[in-house]
């Protein structure tokens, strides 16, 4: 249930004024201690617009603004318990494989090291799940350039030219976890965009590739059933 803040006169806006922790919009500092100001509106509280000018940055923050702000965390606290850790057993961690304009084949797979659960006011799980991802490349022979046995720095990675490759296949299958509290979760992670950085190659000598991804998690409606979303 959320906690909802209403006030329907000037004397209650004042004295919520008085009492709460509030900070500004603009620049987040303190307004504890500023004295309330106002002027006639007729959209305002018993037609007052009441507001507070933060000291730091001049802002002039309106009730109404305040308010708003003051609800909306409330409702994030009411609707999420904190994170708990969960025991899980893999049931599947599979590759996904992705074939790209230039020819390369490059295979992704997702190992779960820990997953968390939080569980709404609704009763809805939420998880978070921490996890390393492993690549595997495959690059045609035209693209291979010298093996380089130690992996660059960032730095270096970071300054070197970059070109968006697209993808033209893609095969991206579920992983699979048994939680302790008996129901069972698919993960996806999935690739969205690949970049190929030019003039550097791995310890095989294929090309380096950057991946952007996006992790998808869906609970399974009963064990050994994956979501059937794409």
Avoid at 5 to 31: H, I, S
Avoid at 103 to 123: C, E, F, H, P
Avoid at 207 to 213: D, F, I, L, Q, V
């Amino acid at each position: 249930m959320k906690h909802m803040v209403c006030m329907n006169t000037l004397k209650e806006v004042l004295d919520w004024l008085r009492t709460a922790d509030l900070t500004c919009l603009g620049c987040g500092a303190k307004l504890s201690g500023r004295r309330p100001q106002k002027y006639r509106n007729r959209f305002g509280i018993e037609g007052w617009w009441v507001y507070i000018t933060c000291k730091k940055c001049g802002r002039q923050n309106s009730v109404k603004d305040l308010l708003t702000k003051t609800q909306n965390t409330q409702a994030e606290k009411d609707d999420f318990a904190e994170f708990q850790e969960v025991d899980f057993d893999p049931l599947s961690e599979p590759w996904s494989r992705y074939e790209l304009e230039d020819g390369t084949q490059i295979s992704v797979r997702m190992v779960a090291l820990k997953i968390q659960q939080q569980v709404t006011t609704d009763g809805e799980p939420v998880y978070s799940i921490t996890y390393n991802p492993f690549y595997a490349i495959r690059s045609p022979k035209h693209l291979r350039g010298p093996p380089n046995k130690t992996v660059p720095p960032p730095d270096v990675l970071n300054s070197l030219p970059r070109r968006k490759v697209k993808i033209v296949s893609k095969v991206e299958p579920w992983s699979t976890y048994l939680l302790e509290t008996g129901k069972s979760i698919s993960v996806k992670l999935r690739v969205t965009q690949i970049q190929r950085i030019e003039g550097v190659y791995d310890p095989e000598g294929n090309p380096y590739y950057e991946a952007s991804t996006e992790l998808y998690v869906e609970p399974q409606i009963k064990h050994g059933c994956p979501p059937s979303v794409g």
